[in-house]
């Protein structure tokens, strides 16, 4: 584990974190065209973006190894798990970017909203939200068009090890037809990351993938603002 030089302590147990479908649409920059298509969402945590995709008619899977939990405990884990996050927020409102969330109340309402809207779809439709733990996921070779991938990957680099972002980015660029986007590219606790772009970037090369950098129009960890999008080459 790397300095702690922001101020922003860790996290601790990993969040289940209930970001909206806005906040997905912003840290992906994801056009009309994008929702158009079939994506996997994984981890899905507790985001709505599953929930609000779908009720738009995006073709949406949503896979985290909590959905393995009873639904009416997560949906109630989910809402104490976004008081969670917004006090770890809180004790280090320097630590962030106030320009997609007013302040930090703001942060909890929408967090909170989130949270219940995940909650009720998780309920009304279980099929949406599908156990199961990178690096290895149950689906075939390409079955979505497009692989999101959020707060989990770099975010965790103090307690995920080189070994596992590789093997976890490998298999999400199995699943992608088109594209993987993993947001963003920093960790939760200043572990320094850029080894482990370098390593996930020469993995995924070798299979064949092309891999760019891009800036988000998102950014609320400070310096949280990149993402990596690993898309298969044209055949
Ligand atoms: C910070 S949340 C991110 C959730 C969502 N993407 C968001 O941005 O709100 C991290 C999630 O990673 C999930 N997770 C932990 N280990 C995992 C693994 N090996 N494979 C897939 N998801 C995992 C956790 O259960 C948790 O829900």
């Not at 840290?27 to 995709?53: K, N, V």
């Not at 689906?139 to 068009?145: I, M, Q, V």
């Not at 200043?190 to 891999?211: G, H, K, M, N, P």
Request: charged share 20%.
């Amino acid at each position: 584990m790397g300095p702690n030089l922001s101020g922003l302590p860790n996290i601790g147990r990993t969040l289940i974190s209930a970001r909206s479908f806005d906040e997905y649409v912003a840290m992906f920059a994801l056009t009309e065209d994008d929702l158009g298509h079939s994506i996997l969402d994984c981890p899905g945590g507790a985001a709505s973006f599953a929930a609000e995709a779908r009720s738009r008619g995006t073709q949406i899977v949503a896979v985290d190894p909590v959905y393995a939990a009873a639904a009416a405990w997560l949906a109630e884990h989910a809402l104490e798990e976004a008081v969670r996050g917004n006090r770890h927020t809180g004790s280090s409102i320097d630590s962030f970017v106030w320009t997609f969330f007013s302040d930090i109340t703001d942060h909890l309402n929408r967090r909170t909203a989130a949270a219940r809207r995940f909650g009720q779809h998780l309920e009304t439709d279980p099929a949406t939200y599908v156990a199961g733990s990178l690096p290895r996921l149950p689906f075939r070779d390409a079955s979505f068009d497009l692989v999101l991938s959020s707060h989990l990957l770099f975010m965790y680099a103090d307690r995920l090890d080189e070994a596992f972002h590789v093997a976890a980015a490998c298999e999400l660029a199995r699943l992608a037809r088109r594209e993987v986007r993993i947001f963003p590219l920093i960790s939760d606790s200043d572990t320094d990351t850029s080894q482990l772009l370098v390593a996930i970037r020469e993995a995924v090369s070798a299979r064949s993938f092309t891999t760019v950098v891009r800036p988000s129009p998102y950014e609320f960890q400070k310096g949280g603002n990149e993402m990596l999008i690993i898309a298969r080459a044209a055949n």
